[in-house]
Every structure is written in structure tokens, then in C-alpha cells.
């Protein structure tokens, strides 16, 4: 997606975060890192509209089937592993994030690496709801119920514009960033643990303000006292890039639970063929830029304020 240009990516991504986070219909739990953008673009190019999924045996369990000729998605599992099971699984052709250097510790996993651990890549395959066949009444109403995000769980319609400015405002409140407004563009600054951004009537709408307000949170959530992002020694001159790369994939996430489905973000510069060379010269800089957009996702909704009730005359 990233190689056919910025309008193809974008597009995709923001068409799929109308449908919420992909979500596992038997345990309610919404899938992580990569696995958001496979799924993602999954449900995108078979015209799903539920962004819930199971596994084959899942789906046995609930007495479904999976219609004949239907196909799983693809999806990565990570689990640490000792170092002498990495060679083993590096000489079978396994595949280990951090790069080629991940078992010496290269990878930035910190305390992992220092006691000898690495993450090892398993797969494992999904399948639509929209995919199988007799699942129990009782599971097809649990799936009208909804779930957090900007759709529900059954994948409805997103919600108006109005409230996923309202959601994507409380998500900025309850971090308790400094944020400050007049200046001529978007930008975090981490010397003074600041987010800088233009007057609110100088974007085009409420909702794009919000998205690069968005944005520049997730890089806000690097700070050495927040989530401490620092990758400097693996990727060198493109740590920018990649940092850059966290954050689109952290506002792409946190735009589909707050429902900011046509917003864009503005002022942003294109780093996209910095982002292919990083890419290309590291296979698997993708699973860990995925997996810190994740992280800032997490970081940041834990701590949104909850909706305003409705007033009460006294």
C-alpha cells in the first residue's frame, strides 16, 4: 500500500477505520499492532462491513462453518523466546523482530534482550464474520450490542462528525498534554514537552483539527517519561522517519476509535519514500512500528475522560 502512494494508503486506512478496531468475536478483545492493518485492509478488499473476527476453531465451537473456498486472513503472533530457539528458528527461515542484529538486542526490547529474550513471529489465520455460516442467533445479536470505538462491534455507522470531535477533545483532555495554539504550523516539541498547533479557525473544519491534534499526541507519548521511544541505534539517520511512521500509524488508529473518518490531517509533511527505504532495508521495522502505534494507542485511550452526562435542572 505504501509503495502505490499516499492517496492509496490513506485512503484505505481511513475507509477501513470507519469499521472501529478489528475485534475477536469469541473473546470481545481488539487486536494489536500489525494485525490492525492487516486486518484492516482485509475487510477492505472483501467488502466486509463487521470488523469482527474469529479463527477456524472458534467458529467450530460455535457450531459455524466457514463457507467452502472462503480464505483466512494472515496474522502475526509474538512470543519471547530464548536466544538458542531464534538460531533454530533463523536457520528454518523464521522470522524475528528487530532485524537482522534482534539476537544480540537490537531490536530495543530493552530488559528482553539483557536476560537473553527475543520476540519470535508466529502466524495464525482469521475469518470474517461475514465468512461463516450458522453462527448462533444468540452471537449475532451479542454483535448489534456494540463495542468501544468509533463503530460499533457489528460494525454499524460511524458516529456523527460532532461526536468524534467530542471523543477525539475528551481522549486530548484526559492525557493532560500542554497544548498551545497561534503558531504557523503542527509540531511536537520534545525539549519542552510541548504540542504547538495553529489557531483552531485556521484548519478547515473541527475535524482535521482534531486529527493533527491527534497526531502530534501520539509523538507526545515517546517522551522519556511517558513510553520512552528511542531507536536511534537501529535505525540511524532515519529514526526521524520511523518516529514519523509511529505516529501516522498511531493517529490512523486512534482517528477510527474516535470516528474521524473523512478527516485529514494538515500541514503534515510527506515522508513516505523515507519510510519505504526504512522499510525496505528492515522487513520487519513494520512489526515494531505497529506494535509502538499500539502502545501510544493504548497509552492515550486509557486516559481519555469519560462523556459528559446529561445535565440536570436543579
Not at 84 to 89: E, K, M, P
Not at 289 to 304: G, I, K
Not at 306 to 312: E, F, H, I, S, V
Request: glycine content about 12%; charged content about 20%; overall charge neutral.
Amino acid at each position: 500500500m505504501l509503495a502505490q502512494g499516499g492517496h492509496v494508503f490513506r485512503a484505505r486506512w481511513v475507509a477501513a477505520a470507519s469499521r472501529g478496531m478489528p475485534r475477536n468475536r469469541c473473546t470481545g478483545q481488539a487486536y494489536r499492532g500489525v494485525n490492525v492493518l492487516l486486518l484492516w485492509d482485509a475487510a477492505i478488499a472483501g467488502g466486509y462491513v463487521r470488523n469482527v473476527w474469529l479463527t477456524y476453531r472458534q467458529a467450530c465451537a460455535l457450531g459455524a462453518q466457514v463457507r467452502k473456498g472462503e480464505h483466512g486472513v494472515m496474522c502475526a503472533h509474538f512470543e519471547r523466546v530464548a536466544r538458542d530457539v531464534v538460531r533454530g528458528a533463523r536457520a528454518a527461515g523464521g522470522v524475528i523482530e528487530g532485524g537482522p542484529d534482534a539476537e544480540d538486542g537490537e531490536g530495543g526490547e530493552g530488559a528482553d534482550a539483557r536476560a537473553g529474550l527475543v520476540l519470535r513471529c508466529r502466524p495464525f489465520w482469521l475469518f470474517n464474520v461475514a465468512q461463516v455460516d450458522g453462527l448462533p442467533e444468540s452471537v449475532a445479536e451479542a454483535m448489534g450490542k456494540g463495542a468501544p470505538g468509533a463503530t460499533d462491534e457489528a460494525g454499524g455507522a460511524p458516529d456523527e462528525p460532532a461526536n468524534a470531535v467530542e471523543k477525539a477533545l475528551r481522549l486530548a483532555a484526559g492525557c493532560g498534554a500542554v497544548v498551545r495554539h497561534g503558531f504557523s504550523g503542527a509540531v511536537y516539541l520534545p525539549g519542552l514537552d510541548e504540542v504547538r498547533l495553529p489557531l483552531p479557525r485556521q484548519f478547515v473544519n473541527g475535524e482535521n483539527y482534531c486529527a493533527t491534534l491527534l497526531h502530534e499526541l501520539v509523538h507526545w507519548t515517546g517522551h522519556p517519561q511517558r513510553l520512552s521511544r528511542a531507536f536511534g541505534q537501529r535505525f540511524g539517520d532515519a529514526a526521524y522517519a520511523f518516529e514519523e511512521l509511529v505516529a501516522e500509524l498511531g493517529s490512523a488508529f486512534l482517528m477510527g476509535h474516535c470516528g474521524l473518518v473523512d478527516a485529514t490531517i494538515e500541514g503534515h509533511a510527506a515522508y513516505l519514500q523515507a519510510w519505504l527505504a526504512v522499510l525496505r532495508r528492515d522487513r520487519t521495522a513494520i512489526f515494531t512500528a505497529a506494535r509502538l502505534a499500539s502502545e501510544a494507542f493504548d497509552f492515550l485511550v486509557a486516559r481519555q475522560l469519560p462523556p459528559l452526562g446529561t445535565l440536570q435542572r436543579p
